[in-house]
């Protein structure tokens, strides 16, 4: 019983910092650079746990972000299921690429989930789209490794299974 709930706590535990490096706030050139950290946590748990991480998760998390961030409810929460549902059907595929491969998968569903956002904002507020606003695609798929190997190393000591 305390390993579930170890697992789970570190989970809802990566999650939430995830959370709030997404928010914390930034000088402007870094916050055009920010990586999308809470895309690459629910992203590792979907391939590494997708029976505890799954497309439920990803809507959770991501409609707390939009309410953090102050936008239009569910956006996010959209695009990071719809990433979710992308990892959780291919997670054997994905589980077996290298973690640079897995990096460039990461970084075109990074791309996806801009492209969601942005023309679910569109359709909703009608603006324009800012210069830099794919620029997060590179941070994050330079992120990738570093959180993956975190990550794995958190869930191998933890022995979250």
Not at 22 to 47: E, K, N, S
Not at 60 to 69: F, P, Q, R, T
Not at 70 to 80: D, H, Y
């Amino acid at each position: 019983m305390l390993e579930k709930i170890n697992g789970r706590g570190a989970i809802i535990g990566s999650l939430f910092i995830a959370l709030i490096l997404a928010i914390i706030p930034l000088p402007p050139l870094a916050d055009l650079l920010r990586p999308d950290w809470v895309l690459v946590c629910v992203f590792y748990w979907t391939i590494a746990l997708p029976h505890r991480s799954n497309v439920g998760v990803a809507f959770a998390v991501g409609l707390i972000l939009d309410i953090l961030l102050g936008s239009t409810l569910g956006v996010r929460a959209l695009a990071l299921s719809i990433v979710s549902y992308i990892a959780a059907s291919n997670f054997t595929r994905l589980r077996n690429f290298s973690v640079w491969q897995q990096a460039l998968v990461v970084g075109a569903l990074t791309g996806l989930a801009k492209v969601v956002v942005f023309w679910a904002e569109y359709l909703v507020q009608d603006i324009q789209l800012p210069a830099g606003y794919f620029y997060p695609l590179v941070t994050t798929t330079l992120t990738w490794p570093w959180i993956f190997l975190l990550l794995r190393k958190l869930r191998r000591q933890w022995k979250i299974s």
